[in-house]
């Protein structure tokens, strides 16, 4: 790290000045304007401690959270030699923690030998079957330096547990003043005001320890496994995947935020009132949550605006809403004053009104005007930072019965080590997962009900045979076809009728006369749902002029599911002692395939909304044309609309036949045929890339793979330089050269010195994921007059909705489609 002290000191004397001109705002001397929601941190120029820089080997976790099974990938951005890893469950420990640089835990694994880093490197990490935490990697370096990098274990499933414990890894990274970009200062707004956006999966400060983590974090986690509490816990980004309140609500009596939650995306704050909304219980242990709205663009958040000066002020939510803060000049008791919940928050504690609670302070919370009607103030820390300064810990309930507290100050959480703070947030706990009456929230979680069909594809009026695991009584079973708006994950419009069957493991559901296409079966029984796709063929090839072939083979090899119940999903991705994938397995989760929302819906709703019919294949049905002659004599346009990674020596053949005869080709992802697959009955096996067998993807697609953005790269736009080169492509978007669309990436393809003579750019963007690393839209043309469409990124099929990218599309189609 470029970052020293010295450095980031060079405006001090300013900085000196506006500080205690704040501080007197804050503390209402005479003559000062109060200035409530001024945080002293976001003065330009918070400096890293000597400790916070101290050495160490610096590594994170490429995402804020995995699965039990995930295989998860950990970046070392310095270089170190004899490196050791060992991982740890960080709460369980009975070992003190006693610098803020230092993490402890329970280990979970043995210590590794990892090598040598050069800086960068990237380390495979498999996640067991661990109960739901906080975990984090210790390094060791032969030169004796440690370094530590936390990640969160997510359940397999919303609401495996009744609560949930969110942990705030975006404020964590929020206050991350690492030097990433060796300027000089902190790559944190915290560090100047002219940064607006931090990126998310850097190494921390403190050898990699979160900020203040030690004091925030740390003795909550440890009271959890300590009182034997069986908690699902989260990230931000797992929040932030929740579908809707309601599905947070079915999973979840009881959430809770223990540290300081300051920074949260509107979909967050969205999820988190929808639940509260339908009855949902929360609680705030720390102080300044949900105070600013970031937004998310790839692997950085941008800080926006205050919530409430976006008309959504935090206290409506949480009761309280922030008020000061005074670095810890300032610190006091909370002082119990009466409430109708007095009884119970504060029951065998001996405190009553009057009576003094802890020590707290550095930021407050405090009743507003939008705090919820009934919010009842439990106990203050009176004019802390000065008159009206007052620290507020409130209680509040809905009409739909949600039990809502906040501590107020930082922070109830980090005393849980007094025996009466711990007490009285045993008895908040009880209070809010009683049983007795409940709400939605409150509910048992349902588990999906998991099918698939022993077939990937029917012709219509085939007999298609459902396969239902385990118990589900009283089933309905309707059939809807994907992309047409309505029911279900995949936004289908329902075809048939309804099937009901008492207890069954097997179905025969017929198959109308209908379209070809992606349908699905929707699956309910007692409150629980899943879904099963198959592709729906047509009957002879050639029924229309243009087939879309989905990625079958390639859904399946990214399904994370667990089959055999060994602990580990069964795919290559979760082990490489993983050689295989079954194919005849339901999706994990709720049955939709993976990735489907990113890289397929879009496009699936595109040909809804215009009207455009097309033959759809899976990989077995492309697998089953004898020839290229044949496909070229049905098709004039193949288009392969999501990521088709994985292909056979027959798909292969067959479709760069179909080329050299003449046929069109569109790819709307990335990284396609880059793997060879070989099918033995219901599996395949991964044998080689196609590019060390000889046959490079680019001489078909016109681009190869380069690289995937590792969790790191945010997504980028599209520049158009080649608009006069393919002029059909951009009618009627209004782009030209140098003009800028949508946001891409995930994985990218460029050309190589096997594309086509005559492979045409026509969109790029220039090191998406590093120098040398760019994207490439490209178009080529063979003397059998072929045309070939790639689009070098992988969600661009994805977009096909949004403006300008919606006309692409329909010029690709209409241009290529032409016989």
Known sequence: MATTAHHLNRRGAARRLLLALLSASLLGLPGMRAMPH???????????????????????????????????????????????????????????????????????????????SRGHRLVQVPVGD????????????????????????????????????????????????RDDNGDGQGDSWYASWNIHTVRLGRPFLNRGVPYNFRNY???????????????????????????????????YELVVFPGHHEYVTTREYDVVTGYRNLGGHLMFLSANNFFWQVVRHGRTI????????????????????????????HRGAWIVRRSKADSWVFANTKLGPGSELSNAGIEIDKTSP????????????????????????????????AKVFAAGAFTLAGSVREPTVATVLQNVWDRMTADGKRTLAARPAAAPVEAFFARRSYAPGAAARLVVLGRASDLTVQLYRAGHGGEGPMEG????????????????????????GLYYARLSASGRSGYAPFVLRPRRLGEHRVAIVLPTNTWQAYNFRDDNGDGSADTW????????????????GDGTPPHYHGYDRGFMRWLALHGKQADFLSDDDLDAVARGDRLARAYDLVVFSGHHEYVTTHEYDLVERYRDLGGNLAFLSADNFFYRVVRHGDRIFREGRWRDLGRPEASLVGIQYVDWNHDTYKNKPYTVIGARRAPWLFRGTGFADGDSF????????????????????????????????????????????????AAGVMNFGGSALWPGVSEMIANIWNELSRP
């Open 38 to 116: 001024v945080d002293p941190e976001l003065l330009e120029g918070r400096v890293p401690t000597k400790a916070e820089l101290s050495p160490s080997v610096e590594a994170a976790f490429l995402r804020e959270s995995y699965r039990p099974g995930n295989v998860a990938t950990l970046r070392i951005f310095n270089s170190a030699r004899g490196i050791t890893m060992r991982l740890f469950h960080a709460g369980p420990e009975t070992v003190s923690t006693h610098g803020r640089n230092e993490m402890q835990g329970v280990p979970v694994t043995g210590s590794r030998s990892i090598g040598a």
């Open 130 to 177: 661990w109960p739901s935490g906080l975990y984090f990697a210790r390094l060791a370096a032969a030169d004796g330096r440690v370094g530590f990098a936390p990640f969160v274990v997510r359940p397999r499933r919303l609401g495996e547990h009744r609560v949930a414990i969110v942990l705030p890894t975006l404020t964590w990274q929020a206050y991350n003043l």
């Open 217 to 251: 974090d740390l003795p909550f986690l440890e009271w959890l496994a300590r009182t034997g509490k069986d908690v699902d816990v989260l990230s931000d980004s797992d929040l932030e995947a929740a579908r809707s309140g309601r599905a947070l609500a079915r999973a």
């Open 302 to 329: 941008e800080r926006t605006k205050q919530w409430r000066d976006l008309g959504r002020p935090e206290a409506a939510l949480i009761g309280v809403q922030y008020r000061g803060n005074d670095n810890g000049t």
């Open 370 to 401: 939008a705090s919820p009607k009934g919010t009842q103030v439990l106990a203050e820390i009176p004019n802390l930072f000065g008159p009206g300064f007052t620290a507020q810990m409130t209680y509040y309930e809905t009409p739909a019965g």
């Open 493 to 516: 419009r329902q075809v048939g009728g309804t099937l009901h069957a008492a207890a069954p493991s097997r179905l025969t559901l017929p198959l109308g006369d209908w379209p070809s």
């Open 573 to 588: 991705y979760a082990s490489p002692a993983k050689t295989s994938v079954l194919l005849a397995r339901p999706f994990e």
């Open 742 to 789: 949508g946001g891409y990436g995930i994985e990218i393809d460029a050309r190589t010195a096997a594309s086509p003579r005559g492979t045409r750019v026509l969109c790029r963007i220039p090191d998406a994921f590093g120098p040398g690393k760019s994207a490439e839209m490209t178009y080529y043309e063979t003397p059998r007059g072929a045309k070939v469409f």
